[in-house]
């Protein structure tokens, strides 16, 4: 099947057939009984791990990967890694297609997402972000100089931050404009010469015979419909995340050019019909 994207196209609507609303229940019930164990055992280990290293994270990121993978085996969707997550610290920007993406990106290596600071309150979901050691950031530039030390201490503590430049999820089939604001942290005298960005590419494909924006959450969908609907779904899905050579910041003027530059990373390692920017 090919397929080009339109920017007047809408979400598929999908209706949940008989046996879909079966595998709503064959694969909801493991899913959030393996969330619910992941979350209690990151939360026992957590009360070993922090007075002993404080801000490092030495085990539980391990849970996290393992968790992520076994959720994405239960929703039927090959997981595919092309290159490897760098070793430096810094953090990886991507494309942000969907609620999977926490997984399609979590199972490949321990990160450690940047989040809305409104994230924090949502039901069940602020639960999960907290206890995995998601850096929340509000919208406030009063606030700017307390997260600016939030994003320092944790990079200087060895954490690889991942962040979606994009500012918003798509369908999937577009890359957005990439917003310079976050890159921002990373420019400090202190941090600059030691920090890299690794720029990562995220494509989902559906089912064969199914609509290629199936997985993509974009525009104003609300997270329970789109999720019974991954649910409900056959296998045969998959996700590939590709990781792209990182860049380092002291070789980038600003934080408008590390902008730039991740983005065409990014958008180069989409399949030609992906790389819509509008």
């Given at each position: 099947?090919?397929?080009?994207?339109?920017?007047?196209?809408?979400?598929?609507?999908?209706?949940?057939?008989?046996?879909?609303?079966?595998?709503?229940?064959?694969?909801?019930?493991?899913?959030?009984?393996?969330?619910?164990?992941?979350?209690?055992?990151?939360?026992?280990?957590?009360?070993v791990e922090r007075p002993l290293f404080g801000n490092a994270r030495p085990w539980t990121p391990a849970i996290t990967v393992a968790v992520c993978r076994i959720c994405l085996a239960i929703l039927g969707i090959r997981h595919k890694v092309q290159g490897h997550i760098m070793g430096h610290p810094g953090a990886l920007v991507a494309n942000h297609s969907s609620w999977l993406d926490i997984f399609a990106l979590n199972a490949v290596a321990p990160l450690y997402f940047v989040s809305k600071a409104e994230v924090a309150g949502?039901?069940?979901?602020?639960?999960?972000?907290?206890?995995?050691?998601?850096?929340?950031?509000?919208?406030?530039?009063?606030?700017?100089?307390?997260?600016?030390?939030?994003?320092?201490?944790?990079?200087?503590a060895g954490h690889r931050l991942l962040f979606f430049p994009e500012g918003t999820s798509t369908d999937n089939f577009?890359?957005?404009?990439?917003?310079?604001?976050?890159?921002?942290?990373?420019?400090?005298?202190?941090?600059?010469?030691?920090?890299?960005?690794?720029?990562?590419s995220v494509e989902y494909t559906a089912p064969a015979c199914h609509d290629p924006l199936l997985y993509g959450w974009g525009g104003d969908m609300d997270f329970g419909p789109h999720a019974l609907i991954m649910l409900s779904q056959p296998r045969g899905g998959s996700v590939k995340v590709i990781c792209h050579p990182p860049v380092p910041v002291r070789d980038m003027a600003d934080r408008k050019g590390m902008a730039a530059t991740t983005e065409q990373a990014v958008r180069g390692g989409m399949p030609e019909a992906r790389r819509v920017s509008h």
């Open positions: 099947m090919t397929f080009t994207w339109s920017p007047n196209d809408l979400p598929p609507e999908v209706k949940i057939t008989p046996w879909g609303w079966v595998l709503v229940v064959i694969r909801g019930v493991p899913l959030v009984l393996v969330l619910l164990t992941g979350v209690v055992l990151m939360g026992v280990m957590r009360l949502w039901p069940g979901i602020g639960l999960l972000a907290k206890i995995t050691g998601t850096v929340f950031i509000a919208r406030d530039r009063g606030q700017a100089r307390a997260q600016q030390d939030v994003f320092e201490d944790r990079l200087l577009r890359v957005l404009p990439f917003k310079s604001t976050l890159f921002a942290a990373f420019f400090t005298k202190c941090l600059r010469i030691r920090l890299y960005i690794q720029p990562g």
